[in-house]
């Protein structure tokens, strides 16, 4: 597999403006999980698998968010940096936070963002989302089990009037989800198109209450 080309072949079906520098970055962040996986346990896929169900994954609601206003994001359990960094690839003239509790992949995270040279734009809060005190306009949150226990430490996360923008799956069993919220939100559920990925996905926009 030509790596490089897979990528572009995926970022012009998902309508993503790219460089060549971009897919250098992308294709680097690509052999950083590759080298660090097995020590850290960042995903269980490899080669053209882990380009599809995280690297595009990640990158197929980037036009929503290019259409967005918004300063400040926070990747919320960053894990292998899923979504923060291939986002942040893109929306350069933002802040990503990354927000991860595993020291191990914390430190996968620090060396990833400065092999990157995204330092300046891209920052690591090591702490459990509980822990965080920071507030952003945004923050994203890539999960395909329920999320409600996680659903308030996500919104404390966001200033008045922030977006979540929770990755998800099937839309029946995100619906069931919303029923079991709490909380004065504006829901909006989107579906997308992940690049040679036959599983459904939508993203989930969740509006904090301005109050």
């Given amino acids: 597999m030509y790596i490089p080309e897979f990528l572009k072949q995926g970022l ?15 294709e680097t962040y690509i052999h950083e999980i590759t080298l660090w996986n ?10 053209k698998d882990l380009i ?33 960094i291939p986002l942040a690839v893109f929306l350069k003239d933002r802040k ?7 020291a191990k992949r914390s430190g996968f995270l620090l060396n990833a ?3 990157l040279n995204l ?4 920052s690591l809060n090591e702490a459990p989302v509980e822990k965080v005190t920071e507030h952003f306009d945004v923050v994203v949150f ?13 919104m404390n996360l966001l200033r008045p009037g922030g977006v979540l923008f929770a990755y998800k799956g099937k839309k029946e069993t995100i619906l069931r989800e919303i029923k079991m919220l709490s909380g004065d939100t504006d829901a909006e559920i989107i579906k997308i198109t992940v690049p040679f990925l036959e599983n ?3 993203i989930l926009k969740l509006r904090k209450s301005h109050q």
């Fill in 12 to 26: 012009d079906e998902i309508g993503i403006d790219y460089t060549d520098s971009d897919v250098a970055l992308l």
């Fill in 38 to 47: 097995k020590s850290c346990g960042l995903v269980k896929a490899e080669g």
């Fill in 52 to 84: 599809i169900r995280h690297i595009f994954d990640s990158l197929a609601p980037l036009p929503l968010l290019e259409q967005m206003e918004f300063a400040t994001a926070a990747d919320a359990g960053s894990g292998a940096g899923l979504p923060g």
């Fill in 96 to 102: 990503m936070t990354l927000i991860e509790r595993s």
């Fill in 113 to 115: 963002v400065s092999v």
């Fill in 119 to 122: 330092r300046g734009r891209v």
């Fill in 142 to 154: 890539r999960a395909f089990r329920q999320f409600e226990e996680f659903y308030k430490p996500l």
């Fill in 200 to 202: 459904e996905r939508h």
